[in-house]
């Protein structure tokens, strides 16, 4: 299944960030530390160009810490980047971020040349949450949808300090199928994007290899040590659906129900700190999408050019 979103609210987003950007100093991006590179937009690589990037590792407290300093190190190690950890209901850090700009661009500052940030994320990562923390105001809305902000703001953190907020933007084709359905797990793709229950079996497989037990300790199963991690996944999630009730007549598991509880746990951190990949995973599954990519390439232009061959005029 290819999960794909793009609304037409996200366009002028793209067109919004590319008038913008000239004026901007540093770029904050906000991703969400459960996947870090699956919530990284490419296409916001291409409109912010070589300008400084702090990555913000949101929700760092339901994220799997080991995991995530994998993360922290990967994108230090980057030109022109720094990354952090951070909660965004907690205002001790994300004041923080402040300093994070200073040190990108240090030159900026002063009201002769004020500190200019524009702060983008996916949507659902938790970013209006941070801006309304960082400004000690109610200026963002915020929800547990896809796609709360819809309109750039303006929001002033000090005398030298001006925050551009742009509404949660994906892009327009997702060809890494492993982050379409991270994303959509997480929430950051609208409802009538995907298939639940496809998500939450995809979920499923990447929480038996690396976080059983936590499935074990959620749900109850009473299932011998070992067995979680070796159920198929459709197996997993009757089981689990026949645990938490989710029945219908004649004994049938609800598995659209079953999927939904699973994908609520999943975004309500009840299950534990989890992070979905590790650097180098994410690094496997591009690798794999670009050979795919150009394989279809291939087939495309192997096709125009038989369709040119048979059209092509006799010689006289």
Known sequence: MSIQWFPGHMHLTRKAIAERIKDIDVVIEVLDARLPGSSANPLLAELTGHK?????????????????????????????????????????????????CHRLAPNRGGMAKPMRVLICGVPNVGKSTLINTLSNKRQAKTGDEAGITKLEQRITLADDFYLWDTPGMLWPRISVPETGYNLAASGAVGRNAYDEELVVLELLRRLQARYAPQLEARYKLALPAGAVAALRDDELLEAIGRKRGAMMAGGRVNVQKAAEIVLTDFRTAVLGRITLETPSEFEDWRAAAAVQDAEREAKKQARASKKKGRKAPEAV
């Open 52 to 100: 400084p990037t702090l990555k913000v590792l949101n929700k760092q407290d339901v994220a799997d810490p080991e995991r995530m300093a994998l993360w922290l190190d990967w994108y230090n190690a980057q030109n022109d980047t720094a990354a952090v950890p951070l909660d965004a209901s907690d205002p001790a850090p994300a004041r923080k971020l402040i300093d994070g």
